[in-house]
């Protein structure tokens, strides 16, 4: 069992920059890919961004390519979400996720591949 809590979320004007926190506990953080998804009011849930377990891969929705960037820190089992430039279509609930690369071949970008979800955080970009 792995539960994911975030936290970071708010309201920033267009351009502005937010660092979510996905802080995990309950099992071993390093064997899971940690995914970020998205889901705005009315639409459904999607894919943002990920990173592999050892942090050598990255992988991103064409949306957010160049705007934002994931990294862990394994020894604190804690993964980040870094949105620069960020504009009012990101406006959204983040969702941190995990997929166990154990078990799973987690290609980072499909939501059905993730075991574990956050509660979410919200985020609001204002123009």
């Known amino acids: 069992q792995v539960q994911l809590v975030e936290s970071g979320g708010g309201l920033v004007q267009t351009g502005g920059s937010l660092r979510l926190s996905c802080a995990a506990s309950g099992s071993t953080f390093s064997s899971y890919t940690m995914g970020w998804f998205r889901q705005a009011p009315g639409k459904e849930r999607e894919f943002v961004i990920a990173?592999?377990?050892?942090?050598?891969?990255?992988y991103y929705a064409d949306s957010v390519k160049g705007r934002f960037t994931i990294s862990r820190d394994n020894a604190k089992n804690t993964v980040y979400l870094q949105m620069n430039s960020l504009k009012p279509e990101d406006t959204a609930d983040y969702y941190c996720a995990a997929c166990n690369s154990r078990t799973t071949a987690c290609s980072g970008r499909h939501l059905g591949e993730y075991d574990y979800w956050g509660q979410g955080t919200q985020v609001t970009v204002s123009s």
């Open positions: 990173i592999g377990w050892s942090g050598g891969r990255t």
